[in-house]
């Protein structure tokens, strides 16, 4: 193989502490110098991927991590070579970070990561950065008309924690009526970051942070049209076809399930943990379980590859 096509895996460490990143600065000589990157560094030959990830970040940083959770992998095809990054979150290390091979560090907010100078290949992992592990879903009006707004703004300002995710999720209600409830409800919780559903209208765009494909929708797409950086896109997955989809149109993130039955369908088709198991190892996206899930499963999901849980109601 040449040297122009040869695959170079990295480990890579999305180190978050109090909302902020770790970030290191690259020397000018190296490869896309001068520019932001998180730390980690070259796997191996034979070399378990979270094996190299903790010893280069024991030499790089002097610090000992704990539990890392895999977040996404990258391919990215450099004019001098191809790089694999398989980019993990870490929320648990021993020891003060400080640059043992005399690089420059730096605490950053998550939100402002946009606003850096990264190479190519770490754009994604700013938006991964800002996902949270609750995908937090609404549920419908009990009618689909205007008086049913109140009630539904009433529960969903009760339910829903500060700066929560959600995704609105109105299937029983017109164009109009969904574009009015979102708008209510983004005066009534600023905090939130709402996700609309796919094909909302244009006029949301100010107050929304991205969109929601339903599998059906995610296949008959050929392209995604982001309109920035910040603008997110998660798409609903239920078989190994939409998987493999959603990665290549690019989408930041999936929901997968049922994995357990609910309450509200006592007798739907589920795919029980083996088969949540199995999609998310087909996944290099970050990937939320659907259908049953309480922030109590994150730990049991990520165990699985998954990255977070989705639902309607979370205790």
Same mark, same amino acid.
């Given at each position: 193989?040449?040297?122009?096509?040869?695959?170079?895996?990295?480990a890579?460490?999305? %180190?978050?502490?109090?909302?902020?990143?770790?970030?290191?600065?690259?020397?000018?000589?190296q490869?896309? *110098?001068?520019?932001?990157?998180?730390?980690?560094?070259?796997?191996?030959?034979?070399?378990?991927? !979270?094996?190299?990830?903790?010893?280069?970040?024991?030499?790089?940083?002097?610090i000992?991590?704990?539990?890392?959770?895999?977040?996404?992998?990258? !391919?990215?095809?450099?004019?001098?070579?191809?790089?694999?990054?398989?980019?993990y979150?870490?929320?648990? /290390? %021993? *020891?003060?970070?400080?640059?043992?091979?005399?690089?420059?560090?730096?605490?950053v907010?998550?939100?402002?990561?946009?606003?850096?100078?990264? &190479?190519?290949?770490?754009r &994604?992992?700013?938006?991964?950065?800002?996902?949270?592990?609750?995908?937090?879903?609404?549920?419908?009006?009990?009618?689909?008309?205007?008086?049913?707004?109140?009630?539904?703004?009433?529960?969903?300002?009760?339910?829903?924690?500060?700066?929560?995710?959600?995704?609105?999720?109105?299937?029983?209600?017109?164009?109009?009526?969904?574009?009015?409830?979102v708008?209510?409800?983004?005066?009534?919780?600023p905090?939130?970051?709402?996700?609309?559903?796919?094909?909302?209208?244009?006029?949301?765009?100010?107050?929304?942070? *991205?969109?929601?494909?339903?599998?059906?929708?995610?296949?008959?797409?050929?392209?995604?049209?982001?309109?920035?950086?910040?603008?997110?896109? /998660?798409?609903?997955?239920?078989?190994?076809?939409?998987?493999?989809?959603?990665q290549k149109? @690019?989408?930041?993130?999936?929901?997968?399930?049922?994995?357990?039955?609910?309450?509200?369908?006592p007798?739907?088709?589920?795919?029980?943990?083996? *088969?949540f198991?199995?999609?998310?190892?087909?996944?290099? %996206?970050p990937?939320?379980?659907?259908?049953?899930?309480?922030?109590?499963? %994150?730990?049991?999901?990520?165990?699985?590859?998954? /990255? @977070?849980?989705?639902?309607?109601? /979370?205790?």
């Amino acid at each position: 193989m040449s040297s122009s096509n040869k695959v170079v895996d990295v480990a890579v460490g999305l %180190i978050v502490k109090n909302g902020q990143a770790l970030l290191a600065k690259r020397a000018l000589h190296q490869h896309q *110098g001068g520019r932001f990157e998180f730390p980690g560094g070259k796997v191996e030959a034979g070399e378990l991927v !979270t094996t190299a990830l903790t010893r280069e970040l024991h030499e790089e940083l002097g610090i000992d991590i704990h539990d890392p959770q895999l977040v996404q992998r990258l !391919t990215y095809t450099y004019p001098e070579k191809t790089v694999c990054l398989h980019v993990y979150r870490i929320e648990s /290390f %021993i *020891g003060e970070p400080i640059g043992r091979e005399g690089q420059p560090l730096t605490w950053v907010d998550l939100d402002a990561l946009f606003e850096l100078n990264f &190479p190519d290949a770490n754009r &994604p992992i700013v938006r991964a950065a800002q996902l949270p592990t609750r995908y937090s879903i609404t549920s419908d009006l009990y009618e689909p008309r205007e008086a049913a707004i109140a009630p539904w703004l009433a529960e969903i300002a009760i339910e829903k924690e500060t700066d929560a995710w959600v995704y609105v999720r109105l299937p029983s209600v017109s164009s109009e009526l969904y574009a009015m409830a979102v708008q209510r409800l983004s005066m009534l919780r600023p905090d939130l970051n709402l996700i609309a559903v796919w094909d909302a209208p244009e006029a949301l765009n100010e107050i929304i942070v *991205g969109r929601h494909l339903t599998q059906a929708a995610l296949l008959a797409k050929k392209h995604l049209e982001r309109r920035s950086e910040r603008e997110f896109w /998660f798409a609903a997955c239920h078989d190994e076809a939409s998987v493999a989809h959603a990665q290549k149109l @690019g989408v930041d993130a999936i929901v997968v399930g049922a994995v357990l039955s609910t309450p509200t369908h006592p007798n739907g088709d589920v795919l029980g943990w083996d *088969g949540f198991a199995k999609l998310a190892g087909l996944s290099d %996206i970050p990937v939320y379980a659907l259908g049953g899930m309480q922030p109590s499963n %994150i730990d049991e999901v990520q165990a699985l590859g998954g /990255f @977070g849980v989705a639902g309607v109601r /979370f205790v």
